[in-house]
C-alpha cells in the first residue's frame, strides 16, 4: 500500500520560513516527479513546485525565488521561505509516474500552513 505523508506544516508570522517534507512507503520514491501542491479554502488545488528523477525542477510564478524542492532517496521536501499570507492553504505531496503502460499517481493528506501574524 503506497503512502504518501507530510509534515512541518504549522502557523509562522509573514517573512518567516517553514519546510515541509514527505515520507512516501510503499513506492521507490525516487522513480518519481515529486511535488507539492496547495488548495487555499475555496480555490482549486494549484501546482507549487515539482522535481523530477533526474533533479529537474519547476515552480509556480507566484513562489519563484521564495521556495525551493529537493529530495533525497527517502523524502522530498519544500524548504518556503518570505512566507506571505497569500500562502496559507493546506499543503499536499505528489508521486507521479508515467509509462507506455500506465500511469502511478499517489496523494499525501495534506499539512496546513498558516501564515497570520
Known amino acids: 500500500q503506497v503512502q504518501l505523508v507530510e509534515s512541518g506544516g504549522g502557523l509562522v508570522q509573514p517573512g518567516g520560513s517553514l519546510r515541509l517534507s514527505c515520507a512516501a512507503s510503499?513506492?521507490?520514491?525516487?522513480?518519481?516527479?515529486m511535488g507539492w501542491y496547495r488548495q487555499a479554502a475555496g480555490n482549486e488545488r494549484e501546482l507549487v513546485a515539482t522535481?523530477?528523477?533526474?533533479?529537474t525542477t519547476n515552480y509556480a510564478d507566484s513562489v519563484k525565488g521564495r521556495f525551493t524542492i529537493s529530495r533525497d532517496n527517502a523524502k522530498v521536501y519544500l524548504q518556503m521561505n518570505s512566507l506571505k499570507p497569500e500562502d496559507t492553504a493546506v499543503y499536499y505531496c505528489?508521486?507521479?509516474?508515467?509509462?507506455?503502460?500506465?500511469?502511478?499517481?499517489?496523494w499525501g493528506q495534506g499539512t496546513q500552513v498558516t501564515v497570520s501574524s
Open positions: 522535481i523530477s528523477s533526474g533533479g
Open positions: 505528489n508521486a507521479d509516474r508515467r509509462t507506455d503502460r500506465r500511469s502511478y499517481n499517489y
Open positions: 510503499g513506492i521507490f520514491l525516487s522513480i518519481y516527479t
